[in-house]
């Protein structure tokens, strides 16, 4: 089986993260949801999406079995069993969701979003399962995320010893340190769920964390912060201060003290010092937030809901958020004052002085930040950049 792993219009609702990548590499748990995939599957995938990715993301297909599956699910045992077994021209099915398609056609975007399941034998599905639905699932389903792929990724692995210098609540057997990992005097509370270190993954000395935690490979918690779970820092990245149910994914700094929670912080992203973004409101109501696919505040259902902020955007020294703020791609924000509740992309200032992020200066100061972990911006990632600096206006309500 070839395996290609599809976005659907979910993705809409998954901005601003999915301007910059597919489904598929959005990072919840351990694992993205295309990692996720491939080891249950046990084979490496490409991926389907929207045209304007589709350069910097190709996908490849074979001429006689293709297995298309929806990037937004959660790959299970279970699932990865039940479509192990599909057979040409059947679909995994359940409800409204096509989970799985097994086909020697090639299928593109519109074509997978158009599937009627009269052009395949469906298979019902009565397994439950997950699935991201909505932006704040990303952090809303960390826990959970979190808790399946500890379990898959240390099933008859030895963990390295915990060090002595160490203080363990809990028992051991819900820590997993890589080979390489770097772990100082700290404390580790496993009580509340697993944590996962992984190789050359670093915790400086005076740490108090609890899990569920994920720290991903070249992953930095610096010195006395202060972590609760479900959180997740992707590789590379480096945090400090006050940290609660955060996914962050790979490359973005937030080195010092101040307080996210409830949040989701995009790759190549950098949180000033004291940079602080409210989760929850003064009269504990619901949190609404701006739907970049809706052009308006939708209710999210969550009383905890903090900052979401896309790919490259940075802000200055003691940035404040107000609950449930959205940032786009390649924004800089500075300023005394609370920005907006929603800062579209390529946004330069502060509430009372927002303009545009002249493009070059983007493009420049994205490829700074990058050299330093020894990277530069591909012609197929400066051409996704570009799209959404040209259309950036479609997501704003007029």
């Not at 597919?22 to 993205?32: E, K, Q």
């Not at 990037?71 to 077994?85: D, E, K, Q, R």
């Not at 160490?166 to 005097?185: C, R």
């Not at 610096?222 to 590789?235: D, E, L, V």
């Amino acid at each position: 089986m070839n395996l290609i792993l599809f976005d659907t219009a979910v993705r809409n609702h998954l901005l601003p993260f999915t301007h910059t990548r597919p489904v598929a590499d959005i990072r919840c748990g351990i694992l993205t949801m295309r990692e996720r995939w491939e080891l249950y599957l046990q084979r490496a995938s490409s991926t389907v999406s929207v045209p304007v990715l589709q350069a910097a993301f190709p996908v490849h297909y074979n001429e006689t079995d293709n297995l298309y599956i929806n990037a937004a699910v959660f790959a299970t045992p279970v699932l990865g069993i039940v479509i192990s077994n599909l057979r040409p021209g059947q679909a995994l099915v359940q409800d409204e969701t096509i989970i799985a398609i097994y086909t020697d056609a090639v299928l593109d975007y519109e074509a997978l979003n158009a599937a009627s399941l009269k052009d395949y034998e469906p298979v019902l599905c009565s397994e439950p399962f997950k699935q991201l639905k909505q932006v704040w699932d990303i952090f809303n389903l960390n826990d959970y995320a979190i808790r399946s792929d500890f379990a898959i990724l240390t099933y008859q692995k030895e963990s390295q010893p915990i060090p002595a210098h160490v203080t363990l609540i809990g028992e051991a057997k819900n820590v997993f340190i890589e080979e390489g990992a770097i772990v100082s005097a700290c404390i580790l509370n496993a009580q509340t769920g697993p944590v996962y270190i992984a190789k050359e993954a670093e915790i400086m000395e005076g740490c108090m964390l609890r899990g569920p935690l994920a720290l991903s490979t070249h992953a930095v918690v610096k010195m006395g912060a202060k972590i609760y779970g479900a959180t997740t820092i992707g590789a590379g990245s480096k945090v400090g201060g006050e940290i609660s149910n955060v996914v962050f994914f790979d490359n973005s700094n937030k080195g010092h003290d101040g307080f996210v929670g409830n949040a989701v912080i995009g790759e190549w992203c950098n949180l000033g010092a004291d940079t602080n973004a409210s989760n929850l409101k003064n009269n504990y109501d619901e949190v609404s937030i701006w739907s970049e696919a809706e052009g308006a505040m939708i209710k999210t259902g969550l009383q905890f809901c903090g900052l979401l902020m896309g790919d490259h955007s940075k802000c200055g020294i003691n940035t404040m958020f107000n609950t449930g703020t959205v940032v786009g791609v390649s924004s800089n924000i500075y300023g005394g004052d609370f920005p907006d509740k929603y800062v579209p992309s390529f946004s330069w200032g502060g509430k009372n002085d927002m303009t545009t992020y002249r493009f070059d200066k983007a493009l420049d100061t994205a490829n700074r930040m990058m050299a330093r972990r020894g990277k530069t911006l591909s012609d197929a990632e400066i051409a996704v950049l570009q799209h959404i600096f040209d259309h950036k206006e479609n997501y704003i309500k007029q």
